[in-house]
């Protein structure tokens, strides 16, 4: 067997289009957090203040933006996920949907903010 790679995904743009966030690094930090949302369940408003990027390894997910902007993920999809920006995830298939993230920022530094 011969090894393979394979790009998944390369932009400059997050899913909605954005521009991805410029990194100002002083003092590196990298955060990989695997998400498990139960079938139905959706997650309060957010926002990530860091990049991040994301690789959906079960289920469906879709994530709606402040501005009604939608994306769909599958099984095996990859995103880059907007920053900066209120939106919320949403395990819209029959199983529960898993995601990993990376998430790039300073140490220390807030991966996700909640809506109150």
């Known amino acids: 067997m011969t ?3 394979e790009i998944l995904q ?4 997050c899913w909605n289009n954005t521009p ?7 003092d590196p930090e990298i955060t990989i957090v695997r998400i498990k949302i139960p079938a139905g369940e959706k997650l309060p408003w957010h ?13 469906e997910l879709t994530v709606h933006t402040i501005k009604d902007e939608v994306v ?7 995103i880059i996920e907007v920053t900066d920006t209120w939106h919320y995830g ?3 298939g029959k199983e529960d949907a898993e995601i990993v993230v990376v998430y ?8 996700s903010i909640i809506k109150s």
């Open 104 to 111: 790039v920022g300073n140490k220390g530094e807030a991966i």
């Open 10 to 13: 390369k932009s400059q743009v």
């Open 47 to 59: 926002q990530h203040p860091i990049l991040n990027v994301g690789y959906l390894t079960k289920g």
């Open 90 to 92: 949403e395990s819209t």
């Open 72 to 78: 769909v993920l599958k099984s095996g999809d990859s």
């Open 20 to 26: 991805v966030k410029q990194l100002h690094l002083t």
């Open 3 to 5: 090894s393979k790679s």
